[in-house]
Nanobody
Framework: QVQLEESGGGLVQAGGSLRLSCAAS????????MGWFRQAPGKEREFIAA???????DYADSVKGRFTISRDNAKNTVYLQMNTLKPEDTAVYYC???????????????WGQGTQVTVSS
């Protein structure tokens, strides 16, 4: 069982940066792959980035070069550094845990409650 809690969302102007954090409970955090997804109103949940337990990463094309996923297994935390934010990045951002690195939401078993990111133009 893994419980996840996101933080770090907020309101930022276009071109700005935010860093999201996702704190996980449980002693087996380091064995899970972690992913970030987002969901805007009226849209499906969208894959953003994922990181394996050993640090391999995968990104959606829409965020490559702007977002960076990382993890600190000692702190049971995964991060999403978001730079050069755009209004279309506005969404609720979720972290999720899975046994392997995937880009589809159905493959993630554990989810956080989400944190709102709003990018103003």
């Amino acid at each position: 069982q893994v419980q996840l809690e996101e933080s770090g969302g907020g309101l930022v102007q276009a071109g700005g940066s935010l860093r999201l954090s996702c704190a996980a409970s449980g002693r087996t955090f380091s064995s899970y792959a972690m992913g970030w997804f987002r969901q805007a109103p009226g849209k499906e949940r969208e894959f953003i980035a994922a990181i394996s337990w050993r640090g391999n990463t995968d990104y959606a094309d829409s965020v490559k070069g702007r977002f960076t996923i990382s993890r600190d297994n000692a702190k049971n935390t995964v991060y999403l550094q978001m730079n050069t934010l755009k209004p279309e990045d506005t969404a609720v951002y979720y972290c999720a845990a899975s046994r392997d690195i995937y880009s589809t939401a159905v493959d993630y078993r554990y989810w956080g409650q989400g944190t709102q990111v709003t990018v103003s133009s």
